[in-house]
């Protein structure tokens, strides 16, 4: 009875980390169980906000129209080969809204000596364009009829908006941050 009871004893005092040596990192996660719960906390918080803006509904701020278009303020780009109109932007009208919405003034001079302007906007995030107003001669607006947003036609050669989107107002799809970063876009393109 005493063999039996040492050996009870001496199974009893050996160090159970030496039997499971997984177990000497157990007290270290029981440390950081509390931390990695609230990291889940938080990360699942955050989606829940991501998820609540992706499903709030867009809302457009209110166009105000700019002052007609002077010339020296009108900046060239280039839409393609394909067209020979001449396409400008007026510096002076480009503004970015907090809807995240571009507009900006666009006059448009066909080879036989026509010229259009159009007050329009352009939303990256959507790739829709919209048109608020017609230009006159005499320097006045028209408001635009069935004015809502239409997709860009992207695979036209001919669209100025599909230029406007890629090359200026949003590169790799992004929307540039402000007028200012516009104004270069476009001036980069003239040199």
Same mark, same amino acid.
């Given at each position: 009875? #005493?063999?039996s ?6 199974t009893?005092?050996?160090?159970t980390?030496d039997?499971m040596?997984g177990?000497?990192? #157990?007290p #270290? ?12 906390a938080?990360?699942e918080?955050g ?11 867009w809302?457009?701020v ?20 394909a ?8 510096a002076?009208?480009i ?18 000596g026509?010229?259009?302007v ?12 919209r048109?608020?107003?017609y ?10 009829r ?6 860009i ?12 989107y ?5 590169p790799a799809?992004l929307? $540039?941050?402000d007028?200012q970063e516009? $104004?270069r876009?476009l001036?980069k393109?003239?040199?």
């Open positions: 009875m #005493v063999a009871s040492r050996a009870i004893r001496s009893g005092n050996t160090n980390a039997k040596p177990m000497k990192n #157990v #270290v996660l029981l440390l950081l169980l509390p931390l990695l719960t609230i990291q889940a938080y990360a918080w989606e829940f906000e991501h998820d609540f803006e992706q499903d709030k509904p809302e457009e209110a166009a105000q129209l700019p002052a007609y278009p002077k010339a020296e303020n009108l900046l060239p780009f280039t839409v393609s080969s067209t020979r109109n001449q396409h400008f932007v007026d002076a009208s503004s970015v809204g907090t809807d995240k919405v571009i507009r900006y003034t666009v006059v448009i001079e066909a080879a036989g026509a010229k259009n159009s007050f329009e906007g352009l939303r990256c995030d959507s790739g829709e364009r048109l608020y107003a230009g006159h001669p005499d320097g006045s607006w028209s408001k635009a069935n004015a809502g947003w239409e997709a036609k992207f695979r036209s050669l001919l669209s100025y908006q599909k230029a406007l890629e090359d200026y107002f949003c799809g929307p $540039v941050k007028d516009a $104004v876009n001036r393109a003239v040199r």
